[in-house]
């Protein structure tokens, strides 16, 4: 055997035969890691530092500023319609100075507000026409969360100044909303604080920019014929009238509007026009409740200035959403219903209802004053609680 070739290996520590042993783990050089392209541990390393509760926190301040923008957003679309329902009422002359001062906030004092419903006519030769079909008066009364409409019969026999004794929706037609204020004021005795007019040819307007409305129909109703929805006059006279079934329904506001103009009541030949004011008063309700609803409040930005469209008042825009929060806590079941009435008659070969005796003691029921009482004949007056009377 050559010198050269040894049967073991020298390594610094002595022989050992065999492989030279492994250099230990230890210090072993470790292989890098490779670094992802896409990791900034110095640009997000703070999200590692965020609690659970400083997130909760960020959501809920993101949410405020946003239901911030939203109510301001909405705020001013319904201002500016406010603004313009304003100035219509303003067109109305003498409106303002017919009207008795404010006692206060609505929010804290009991209010009075006229409210009339005018149809003019679309007719060719009478755009001029100027009828208030419906005539309420609503009081508040935030103390005990209570509201309490009365009905006055447009057919009501009474004087109107320059006029002579005429049925009180003469009024309105004679000399526009300061003479139907002045009227109802000197015949009722109530002073009235605000107005509002709502155009009927409108209303429907308002009512779709709610959405709809839920009205209870207390009974069947197949109308007389008008407004026929048919194109040619062989299928309106075919067709037999609008039908309205009996219990709630969701109503356009076209349905609405022809629910509220219902004189005839083929399966009911004893309703009147007193009925038809009870049904004006049950989508007035609803649509009033739909407007401070809080699907119509998140929809102000966009419809804010439409619902005011309809509406000539003299509320400004505070007032309205201090009656829209008193109308909220009122109760439903607590709403008073009155209505004046009186005894049917001709005068002139027109059709009128002599004022009732009784009357006196229906505003004392609606003022609160004294225990409501039903109607005991079909055009007497009288009072309910809970739903409109018929």
């Known amino acids: 055997m050559a010198s050269k070739d040894k049967p073991y290996r020298v390594y610094r520590g002595g022989r050992v035969k065999g492989k030279v042993p492994a250099v230990p783990s230890k210090t072993?050089?470790?292989?890098?890691?490779?670094?992802?392209?896409?990791?900034?541990?110095?640009?997000?390393?703070?999200?590692?530092?965020?609690?659970?509760k400083q997130i909760v926190l960020l959501t809920l301040l993101a949410v405020v500023l946003l239901a911030i923008a939203w109510g301001v957003a909405g705020y001013l679309s319904f201002s500016s319609g406010v603004s313009d329902a304003n100035k219509r009422f303003d067109r109305e002359r003498g409106a303002r100075a017919a009207l008795a001062k404010s006692n206060g906030f609505l929010l804290n004092h009991g209010t009075t507000i006229l409210l009339l419903g005018t149809d003019s006519s679309t007719a060719?030769?009478?755009s001029g026409d100027r009828h208030s079909d419906s005539i309420m008066i609503l009081r508040t009364d935030p103390a005990h969360h209570q509201l309490s409409y009365?009905?006055?019969?447009?057919?009501?026999?009474?004087?109107?100044?320059?006029?002579?004794?005429?049925?009180?929706?003469?009024?309105?037609?004679?000399?526009?909303?300061?003479?139907?204020?002045?009227?109802?004021?000197?015949?009722?005795?109530?002073?009235?604080?605000?107005?509002?007019?709502?155009?009927?040819?409108?209303?429907?307007?308002?009512?779709?920019?709610?959405?709809?409305?839920?009205?209870?129909?207390?009974?069947?109703?197949?109308s007389n014929r008008f407004d026929c929805p048919y194109p040619t006059?062989?299928?309106?006279?075919?067709?037999?009238?609008?039908?309205?079934?009996?219990?709630?329904?969701?109503?356009?506001?076209?349905?609405?509007?022809?629910?509220?103009?219902?004189?005839?009541?083929?399966?009911?030949?004893?309703?009147n026009d007193l009925t038809r004011a009870a049904r004006q008063q049950a989508v007035a309700q609803a649509a009033e409740a739909k407007l401070a609803s809080v699907g119509t409040v998140?929809?102000?930005?966009?419809?804010?200035?439409?619902?005011?469209?309809?509406?000539?008042?003299?509320?400004?825009?505070?007032?309205?959403?201090?009656?829209?929060?008193v109308k909220f806590r009122a109760s439903g079941s607590h709403t008073l219903y009155c209505r004046l009435g009186?005894?049917?008659?001709?005068?002139?070969?027109?059709?009128?209802?002599?004022?009732?005796?009784?009357?006196?003691?229906?505003?004392?029921?609606?003022?609160?004053?004294?225990?409501?009482?039903?109607?005991?004949?079909?055009?007497?007056?009288?009072?309910?609680?809970?739903?409109?009377?018929?």
Not at 242 to 250: N, Y
């Open 28 to 52: 072993r050089p470790q292989p890098r890691k490779p670094v992802s392209s896409t990791a900034h541990p110095k640009r997000f390393g703070w999200l590692r530092r965020v609690s659970w």
């Open 233 to 271: 006059r062989a299928r309106c006279l075919e067709w037999k009238g609008w039908r309205f079934h009996r219990g709630p329904q969701h109503m356009t506001g076209q349905q609405a509007l022809i629910y509220s103009r219902i004189r005839e009541n083929q399966l009911n030949p004893g309703e």
């Open 298 to 325: 998140l929809s102000m930005p966009f419809d804010g200035s439409k619902l005011m469209k309809p509406l000539a008042t003299d509320l400004t825009t505070w007032q309205l959403l201090e009656l829209g929060w």
């Open 150 to 222: 009365l009905s006055i019969p447009r057919d009501l026999l009474v004087h109107v100044d320059g006029v002579g004794n005429a049925k009180i929706n003469a009024a309105y037609q004679s000399g526009g909303a300061a003479l139907a204020i002045k009227t109802v004021r000197e015949f009722t005795g109530v002073p009235i604080d605000h107005a509002v007019i709502v155009d009927f040819n409108q209303f429907k307007d308002l009512i779709d920019a709610e959405g709809g409305i839920t009205v209870n129909v207390p009974e069947p109703i197949l």
């Open 342 to 390: 009186g005894d049917a008659t001709s005068v002139g070969g027109s059709s009128v209802l002599l004022p009732s005796e009784d009357n006196r003691s229906v505003l004392a029921m609606w003022a609160g004053l004294s225990a409501p009482q039903p109607p005991t004949t079909t055009f007497g007056p009288g009072c309910r609680v809970g739903h409109p009377l018929k």
């Open 124 to 126: 060719a030769g009478r």
